[in-house]
């Protein structure tokens, strides 16, 4: 029975992949079927397998966005590849529950969490959790943080918690993922204890600012507990330093947390690792597999170098669910937020890796690199189109030149919108130096150079057709 439906699902899934870069990279779905979509009430009576086939097939697979096509730029989102996906499906099948009790799947995921922490160059006392990815890691960094804070302060529990907690405040790299603040708010820190230090022109944290801020807070009888560095920031691909702010950290009790969810593997390329100097010393680092490795998205990684208070903060009991011997490692559960939680992730993540190799995955991260550069370099020699940031992670942020438009932001926004309405190519606009400019990233290991002089042509026709027929007339 299920045989043939599963035979018949890989056979899709080699055609869909197969095709892929013939296929337009983004389709809008028309209104009516997406109403549809959401509408459709559910049968009284269920229906066969093979429908479940038939209708991926009809209803989902034909209108794309991005994410796996070769020309897709917009998002740090790796296409999925192989390993992960056959992972992916075993997983499911075992449907191990990943948070308590003991199962091979939670040991893999321990395994797999310290391969992932020694490829970051973190020590070998690092432990941590997957999760579904950057957003999540960083809420469970934030937390750990808070707990260890408190917990040296004597406050995490009784009748200090409410004064310290009230005057904890975070730092982080201005150009830090909104994530960040999201996480914060999570945790209650609100706003106004939060502060975005203004980066430097290479829109890395700059320590001197974070320095100023820090010592103006603990004289106002505030509490900075926790910085946050980034390791390839969202916009531009920035690398913060970490040696000054692991020291500031150390010097006034902060927490390091430094966010790796695209740039946490940085360590591993040679032409990187200058600027990686010093993270064996961070307290915490977010690492997504799914931007970078080419895990099936969700997978993400919080990795701590002295796993205690990751536990402190999240080993709540309940009294249904026993610990097993006093040697026991500690359930997953206890790392996280989740209880019952998938093994695909794991699974997937560990597939992958074993697949690749380590050599397998430095090359990876050096072919978006080697894309990056070359993006960059075609981007600075065409006469129409000026780079105004990008690096060292893969990302290029580039303008159009010579418009007269008295709105370029506008005018970005426009051309990319008809990129994207076209389909063959997929790019995003972002906010550099207060200026919407075009963004390219490079995470995709089926991306090669055509691409790149695809998306280029794509924008400058766009910018043609903008000219042509200005949204006014
Ligand atoms: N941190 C950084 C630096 C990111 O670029 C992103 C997403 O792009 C995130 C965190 C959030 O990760 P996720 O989308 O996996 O939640």
């Known amino acids: 029975m299920l045989r043939d439906e599963l035979v018949a699902a890989a056979e899709w899934v080699c055609q869909y992949l197969g095709q892929l870069p013939e296929t337009p990279v983004s389709r809008p779905m028309p209104a009516r079927r997406r109403a549809r979509l959401r509408d459709a009430p559910l049968d009284r009576t269920g229906g066969e397998l093979w429908q479940i086939l038939d209708f991926v097939r009809e209803e989902i697979a034909p209108f794309p966005t991005g994410n796996g096509h070769p020309a897709f730029f917009a998002?740090?989102?790796?296409?999925?590849?192989p390993a992960g996906l056959i992972a992916e499906l075993l997983a499911s099948a075992i449907n191990a529950t990943c948070g308590m009790g003991e199962n091979a799947l939670m040991d893999l995921e321990r395994g797999t969490v310290r391969t992932l922490a020694d490829l970051?160059?973190?020590?070998?006392?690092?432990?941590g959790v997957l999760t579904s990815g950057g957003s999540m890691a960083n809420?469970?960094?934030?937390?750990?943080?808070?707990?260890?804070?408190?917990t040296r302060r004597g406050s995490a529990d009784g009748p200090a918690y409410d004064r310290d907690h009230a005057r904890l405040t975070l730092y982080y790299n201005a150009q830090a993922h909104m994530s960040v603040a999201k996480a914060a708010a999570c945790i209650g820190i609100p706003a106004h204890r939060l502060r975005p230090i203004p980066s430097d022109t290479q829109h890395r944290l700059d320590p001197a600012a974070l320095r100023a801020a820090v010592t103006a807070d603990q004289a106002a009888g505030l509490l900075p507990f926790c910085t946050v560095t980034t390791l390839g920031t969202t916009a531009t691909g920035a690398v913060d330093p970490l040696e000054p702010v692991t020291a500031l950290c150390r010097s006034?009790?902060?927490?390091?947390?430094a966010d790796g969810a695209w740039g946490g593997l940085g360590a591993m390329v040679p032409a990187l690792a200058h600027l990686y100097q010093g993270v064996a010393d961070v307290d915490?680092?977010?690492?997504?597999?799914?931007k970078t490795l080419s895990v099936p998205v969700g997978c993400g990684a919080l990795l701590v170098t002295d796993p205690e208070y990751l536990h402190t903060a999240f080993s709540h009991r309940a009294s249904y669910l026993t610990p097993g011997e006093p040697d026991t490692l500690p359930w997953l559960s206890h790392s996280t937020i989740e209880l019952t939680r998938p093994g695909t992730r794991a699974l997937a993540l560990w597939a992958t890796l074993h697949h690749l190799g380590g050599d397998g995955v430095a090359a990876l991260l050096q072919h978006y690199l080697t894309l990056a550069d070359r993006l960059r370099e075609k981007i600075t020699a065409s006469p129409r189109l000026e780079l105004v940031a990008g690096g060292p992670w893969p990302v290029a942020c580039f303008r159009?030149?010579?418009?007269?438009?008295?709105?370029?932001?506008?005018?970005?926004t426009r051309v990319a919108r008809r990129v994207q309405t076209a389909g063959r190519a997929y790019l995003a606009t972002v906010t550099?130096?207060?200026?919407?400019?075009?963004r390219a990233c490079l995470c995709n290991y089926r991306t090669h150079e055509s691409d790149l002089d695809l998306l280029l042509r794509e924008v400058l026709q766009a910018a043609d057709s903008d000219c042509a027929e200005p949204p006014d007339a």
């Open 75 to 81: 998002w740090i989102n790796s296409p999925p590849a």
């Open 120 to 127: 970051a160059g973190l020590p070998s006392t690092a432990g």
């Open 139 to 150: 809420l469970l960094a934030l937390a750990t943080a808070r707990t260890w804070f408190l």
């Open 252 to 257: 006034t009790g902060m927490w390091h947390h």
């Open 284 to 290: 915490s680092m977010t690492v997504d597999p799914h």
């Open 400 to 412: 159009l030149t010579g418009t007269t438009t008295p709105d370029p932001g506008a005018l970005h």
């Open 432 to 438: 550099v130096d207060d200026r919407t400019v075009l």
